[in-house]
């Protein structure tokens, strides 16, 4: 019964990612604004929104012990940027292999992707020192919770003032299909993109919270620890809007849009929910979290090495996946 919960869910995650990328394009095209923005600011945010409630909901309504909430929390906290920088991303790369060829060319606005690892990677290192601040320091931990973030306000500033450009170059947001809504004879405006955004949320959050409980319940008959939980299973699940989003668009050929997706959730997630975790929470240097740290670094620097020497291909993407394993080999050793 667990596994076919996790199926149907599965299933409505997928429909509410597709109903949501729908209305984000016209979202884009309305507003005329850049893939970029409407990747990494709107459907980043958007996406990572079941993953965002994990964490909160642990640490400030979880279950009677402080100790499994706060574990639940930090392994929630660091899972979802260490999937989305290995997994995700190279799921997205597996999905056009076949298309492109190994030695194929993934095209993302380079300026965008650019500034959204730069962000991610000063904010991370910012949270990995936070480990290693004393507990009983609660002024500097609380400075440092409120650096990470003034670091995304100052991202989403940056990303705006990009957009105007952006279009002027060609790189706009453009919508190649009708809107879902508009199929049964409603007009496209405003209000029904709106409707359609809304709509498509409520679906990704609740398949990700449905998804989320039934690997909670599997997780309890292997006998996985509640860190170990937060870091490798549940971003499975709260993951997914972002990986099938972004395979969606790549596979039409909006590169832009899909790296953007999943780098600028990197982004909010890796700035404002450490804020909450080295304020909220012990945040100390467990080896499977210093471990899970360091990983998702290599990932990020990685994928910033391509930029700087010219261009992402197919096959480079399949080493952040190997880095994943690798964690994957390192954790459960």
Do not use: C
């Amino acid at each position: 019964m667990v596994f076919l919960q996790l199926f149907v869910m599965l299933i409505v995650i997928l429909i509410a990612a597709e109903v949501f990328t729908n209305a984000l394009e016209h979202l884009g095209e309305k507003l005329g604004i850049s893939e970029g923005v409407t990747g990494s600011l709107f459907a980043a945010v958007g996406t990572a929104l079941p993953e965002t409630m994990v964490p909160l909901l642990a640490i400030f309504a979880g279950t009677a012990s402080m100790a499994t909430n706060h574990e639940i929390g930090v392994g929630a906290i660091l899972g979802a940027p260490l999937m989305l920088a290995t997994l995700s991303i190279s799921l997205m790369a597996i999905s056009v292999w076949k298309r492109r060829g190994t030695n194929g060319h993934l095209r993302p606005e380079r300026t965008g992707l650019t500034r959204d690892l730069n962000f991610f990677i000063f904010a991370f290192i910012v949270a990995a020192g936070a480990l290693y601040v004393p507990h009983d320091n609660i002024i500097v931990r609380h400075m440092l919770g409120l650096l990470m973030v003034l670091i995304y306000v100052v991202y989403v500033w940056i990303t705006l003032s990009a957009s105007k450009n952006l279009v002027e170059e060609g790189h706009a947001t453009e919508a190649e299909s009708p809107m879902f809504l508009s199929k049964l004879g409603i007009p496209t405006n405003t209000y029904t993109i709106t409707l359609q955004i809304v709509l498509g949320l409520l679906l990704l959050i609740a398949g990700a919270k449905g998804f989320i409980n039934g690997v909670e319940e599997a997780s309890h008959i292997l006998g996985i620890s509640a860190l170990m939980l937060s870091l490798l299973i549940i971003p499975i699940a709260t993951e997914l809007p972002e990986k099938v989003n972004s395979i969606l668009w790549i596979r039409k050929g909006k590169d832009t849009l899909a790296f953007g997706n999943i780098t600028g959730a990197m982004v909010f997630q890796g700035t404002l929910l450490p804020a909450i975790g080295i304020s909220l929470t012990p945040w100390e240097p467990r080896p499977e979290v210093v471990w899970g740290l360091v990983i998702t670094l290599l990932a990020a620097v990685w994928m910033r090495y391509l930029m700087a020497k010219g261009g992402i291909r197919v096959w480079h993407l399949l080493v952040n996946g190997a880095m994943y394993v690798t964690y994957l080999f390192i954790a459960l050793s």
